[in-house]
């Protein structure tokens, strides 16, 4: 795990970063911060089927009349809304307050950072919430990377009362002939803290990606603590490309050095293993992924062409 005097580094890192990318949306030329959606966000695979993912397992996709996100909803009623002028996520759950997040692309249309500041008010007590997320990708347009972090404060009205919570999330990928070979995510939150690692294997007889989508085989290592994030983003294309071929099992190591968890599981290592196979369309297409016995599907429509270009 590494120190704190890195983890507050990085937080400091992350907050010049996030310096950066405002004034790059205040800039009037384009850079990799801050390309339209309207010219970059219709994905790769759209582009190269004529298709759009009209849902996977939990998750229902809806596009405007230019072939762009309008919003995602899950199974809870959870949206994820989509602005283009300026570039936003909109993030609204189910009985609580709606959260605007602002949101940078690079110039193939994936999302670079995720960023959102918000309060609330009652007669005794104030809060607030700095959120950003930043990520990166390799040469080949796979995922690399996602830094999180959050810091959450609150006071009474008199200031006598005073919290303050800071929270990193971190995110490693490593790639292979194109492939998804390991990942590395790492939590802490003052002395609460773990380490979770991904272990791809694929068999001789791997099914070909045709089309280099994301699946619900490589769903866990999206599962951030932070709840603006979603493996929902990745689906439709804001996360990069997928890998050349569809692994077809994933050891996962979970440890907790020194951590507080309320599980008491102190020190302690767990070790699952999961297994993973596929179904696919006449077009190469991924009709479904079972995962561990319980499969989930895709479904698709035909994209409007004459207003995506």
């Known amino acids: 795990m590494k120190k704190k005097n890195y983890l507050n580094a990085l937080g400091i890192a992350l907050t010049v970063m996030l310096c950066s990318i405002v004034a790059a949306c205040d800039d009037d030329n384009e850079n990799e911060f801050n390309v339209s959606p309207s010219k970059a966000s219709v994905s790769a695979f759209s582009k190269a089927t004529g298709m759009l993912i009209s849902s996977c397992g939990d998750y229902r996709f809806h596009y405007n009349e230019q072939s762009l996100t309008d919003y995602i909803e899950d199974k809870q009623a959870n949206r994820w809304y989509f602005g283009y002028e300026p570039n ?14 602002s949101v940078t692309y690079d110039k193939n249309g994936f999302l670079t950072s995720i960023s959102m500041s918000d309060s609330t008010h009652t007669y005794d007590h104030k809060a607030s919430i700095r959120y950003i997320a930043v990520i990166s990708y390799n040469d080949g347009g796979h995922l690399k990377a996602i830094s999180v972090s959050t810091v959450s404060s609150g006071s009474d009205y008199t200031g006598s009362q005073e919290t303050e919570t800071r929270t990193m999330e971190e995110l490693w990928l490593t790639w292979r002939s194109d492939n998804l070979d390991q990942a590395t995510y790492e939590y802490q939150c003052g002395e609460d803290s773990w380490i979770k690692s991904f272990v791809f294997t694929y068999n001789d007889s791997a099914s070909t990606n045709t089309y280099c989508q994301w699946v619900p085989s490589l769903d866990e290592i999206l599962d951030l603590d932070a709840s603006l994030f979603t493996e929902a983003f990745a689906y ?74």
Request: hydrophobic content about 30%.
């Open 88 to 101: 936003l996520i909109v993030y609204s759950e189910k009985g609580s307050r709606t959260k605007s997040c």
């Open 236 to 309: 439709i294309g804001l996360l990069g490309q997928g890998p050349n071929k569809l692994p077809s099992a994933c050891e996962v190591i979970q440890t907790w050095p020194n951590g507080r968890n309320g599980s008491g599981l102190n020190g302690e290592t767990i070790i699952t293993d999961h297994t993973f196979s596929y179904g696919f369309n006449s077009d190469g297409t991924v009709a479904y992924t079972v995962v561990d016995g319980t499969r989930k599907a895709f479904t698709y429509e035909k994209m409007n062409n004459a207003k995506a270009k």
